[in-house]
């Protein structure tokens, strides 16, 4: 077939997905697969470390008897999807996958080399995404022959759990693809939210100063960790602080994205990182997984620690991480509720003003991706968007920094008395 008629292929035809490839068999490929395999999907979950493959399947009947016991699946559920997975360590095996979903190491370099070597074995019409969370489509899509066929598919971990999946299309990516893959994650009911091919997509950009902000609280002395995470907590209604969030997620991983944003920007200071999670993650002080990041966590079961913040435990903060108590006066919190929401409403505004998602698909990234209470566009409707370029300028009338500059369209929308939502 001529390369015209090979592109034409891809261009013209819904392309079915029965076949789906996943590439990293660590707890994210894993998530993928089983998501994936629960649809239908005949998944091939390769890894070149066996050890790996061996401890993602152990990993899958654990989940699956306790679907089980919850009396989410049945015994017949689990068998189904079970055999709908193969494990495999030899990459040429994906060749008849319709689908390939890579989860491996951010790296562009060695995603590149993997997606290069398998476009030698999948057919013409097969479909080649990453998971990345904040690397370049358009310049992983630019190693393949054919980069029509390239896209991105953001899961969230736990991806069984998570709703939602970001779909990144590059500026090589056809309609097809971009339609197909919305269709089949759709299928696989998650909700899908289509980004524009920047960095960060739409989460770990918007996402930016729940973290970076609440650094810089600290930073300044206004409260610390404890406080913080209980003002964004109980009076903004997060189910997880910023510090307690940045342990789970580990502080080298965050840091990592907080960087690659930044410089990715163009060292935009709004994206700046932050002095403090550097030297906690040079300190080793990487969060749960070290035992020790802003909190302690020696003495407490790693294993269902976020499990039983995103349930909501009751204890006082410094009683469940070993250290003080926080200030619970109600005008200091506020004040650190305050200026951390209007920072991440000024971002989700931003990121409509540059077209990176529709209205409501950022606000459903954010309410499905990271559980955020309530969608920061509609959060700006209710606070009022007169009160967000008041709390912004004033921000930038103390600090006379740019990191604080209001959305343009706030601004606009302010003047214009408009809503982003009617």
Known sequence: ?????????????????????IIGAGTMGSGIAQVAATAGCLVKLFDTN?????????????????LIEKGRIDAHEKIRIQG??????????????DLTIEAIVENLDIK???????????????????????LSIASIAASL??????????????????????????????????????AEITRWKKVVAVAKDTPGFIVNRVARPFYGEALRIYEEGIA????????????????MGPFELMDFIGNDVNYTVTETVFNAFYQDPRYKPSFTQQRY???????????????????????????????GDSRPEGERSGKANPNTEKTVGNQIFDRVLVMLINEAAD??????????????????????????LQWADEKGIDWCVAKMDALYDEYREDRYRCSPLLRRMNKEDVKFFN
């Not at 709908?84 to 996958?97: E, F, K």
């Open 1 to 21: 077939m001529s390369e015209k008629n090979q592109q034409s292929t891809i261009n013209n035809h819904r392309l079915p997905i029965h076949t789906v490839g």
């Open 50 to 66: 066996q050890a790996a493959l061996d401890k993602a399947k152990v990993a899958l009947e654990k989940v699956l008897n306790r």
């Open 84 to 97: 709908n997975i193969s494990y495999v360590n030899a990459l040429q095996t994906l060749a008849d996958a």
């Open 112 to 134: 590149k080399k993997v997606f290069q070597e398998l476009e030698s074995y999948v057919s013409d019409t097969a479909i080649i995404a990453s998971n990345t969370s904040s």
């Open 145 to 182: 022959q054919r980069p029509e066929r390239c896209i991105g598919i953001h899961f969230f971990n736990p991806a069984p759990l998570m709703k939602l999946v970001e779909v990144i299309p590059a500026v090589q990516t056809s309609q097809t693809v971009l339609d197909t893959c919305v």
């Open 224 to 239: 610390d960790f404890a406080t913080i995470d209980w003002a964004m907590k109980t009076i903004g209604g997060f189910r």
């Open 281 to 311: 993650s040079q300190a080793g002080y990487l969060g749960r997984k070290s035992g020790r990041g802003y909190y302690d966590y020696k003495n407490e079961e790693v294993d269902n620690a976020f499990a039983k913040s995103r349930k």
């Open 351 to 376: 990121a409509l003003f540059w077209n990176i998602a529709s209205a409501a698909d950022i606000d459903n990234a954010m309410t499905k991706g990271v559980n955020y209470p309530k969608g920061l």
